[in-house]
């Protein structure tokens, strides 16, 4: 294979207004919304693996994605904590849910009627704790990697629409699904 070195690329003023607004969550991180951030250490050592899904995170190209999550680390935890981080994972939510990485999901009791005044209600309450409608407007995805952030969202979205039932699904890749 031939050896390449590729030279620095210059930020777009998009990509720079992502890493100002990743610089902000991770100074001040939100309890609801986008970017979903999510940092886990790997065995006894400090490596950790960190996992950024964020919707406008669309359209940037990954190398960029990762140079901004590194750059959103250094400079909110320093080079010490940035330098434990061996894997970033970047990826809009549909992205995230097609790799299997957001399994659990967050549905209302008629999600298939988004015209109706409760599921418009229910969509709403959705977008507002960071819900993705990438995919299709009409049905936002609200993703989580675990069970239990899926239910904190549930009991949040029982506190915005009450008169709704709200649940959790799991969707389990089958081998041939897994791309990696």
């Known amino acids: ?86 894997l970033v994972v970047t990826a809009t939510i549909p992205e995230a849910a097609d790799l299997g990485l957001l399994p659990f999901q967050v549905r209302y009791r008629g999600w298939y009627h988004p015209e109706t005044e409760i599921g418009k209600r229910c969509n709403e309450a959705m977008v507002t704790l960071g819900a993705s409608v990438l995919r299709n407007p009409a049905h936002p995805e609200l993703r989580f990697e675990s069970e239990e952030d899926a239910r904190k969202a549930v009991d949040e979205l029982r506190r915005l629409v009450p008169e709704a039932e709200w649940g959790v699904t799991v969707t389990v890749l089958s081998p041939r699904e897994h791309a990696f």
Request: proline fraction near 7%; hydrophobic fraction near 35%; include cysteine.
């Open 1 to 86: 294979m031939p050896f390449q070195e590729i030279e620095p690329f210059r930020r777009t003023s998009q990509q720079e207004a992502l890493l100002r607004d990743l610089i902000a969550e991770l100074r001040t991180p939100q309890t609801v919304g986008q970017p979903y951030v999510v940092v886990k250490r790997v065995g006894k050592d400090k490596v950790r693996h960190a996992y950024v899904y964020w919707d406008r995170w669309e359209g940037c190209p990954a190398p960029v994605r990762a140079d901004i999550v590194y750059d959103g680390f250094e400079e909110v935890r320093g080079s010490e904590y940035t330098e434990s981080i061996a």
